[in-house]
């Protein structure tokens, strides 16, 4: 009896964790599920060498609430931005010709980072339901300090925000639900 208990308690456990973990695919992944169902579209634009893109994957995307906040209202991208990956967009083949699958650190950067209009790691990206590009987002972000961009983008709320006074005015009356 002890043992089925025990059984069934580690069942749960190990599905709470699971659920609490991003869905991450690849970009052309997202693209074909837009297709299909219409959805924004979470871009996380890494490099292997970047120490603040590992702090964001260990502090921020593993917190419950930015995982299932990300997994309900977009498709989450994993992209290096350093990497082989092919890219088919918007008509286009993005690739890294420079890429060196030899070379330790530092890479060649993909046409699709630049497209992007990536410029520093981690930057987190945002595409609308169509793959409109919408804006990057620079730097390590804590889950609070992230919270407000997914949202805003989530909501269609960055719609309404057109000058620095309507951000400003936005970032004073959000109110964070976002564990820590």
Known sequence: M??????????FAVSAIQAQEIKWMSMN??????????KKIFVDAYTDWCGPCKMLD??????????AYINKHYYAVKFNAEGNEVINFKDKVFKNPGYDPEK???NAIHQFT??????????MVFFDENAGFLTPV?????????EIFLKIFATDDYKKVKTDEDWKKYQEEFESTFSS
């Open 29 to 38: 992944e997202a693209l074909k599920a837009q297709e299909k169902e219409p």
């Open 58 to 67: 260990k502090n921020t995307f593993s917190n419950k609430d930015v995982a």
């Open 2 to 11: 002890k043992k089925s208990l025990f059984l069934i308690l580690f069942v």
């Open 114 to 123: 630049q497209a992007m209009g990536v410029s520093a790691y981690p930057t």
């Open 104 to 106: 330790k650190g530092r």
């Open 138 to 146: 620079k730097g390590y972000l804590t889950p609070q300090k992230l």
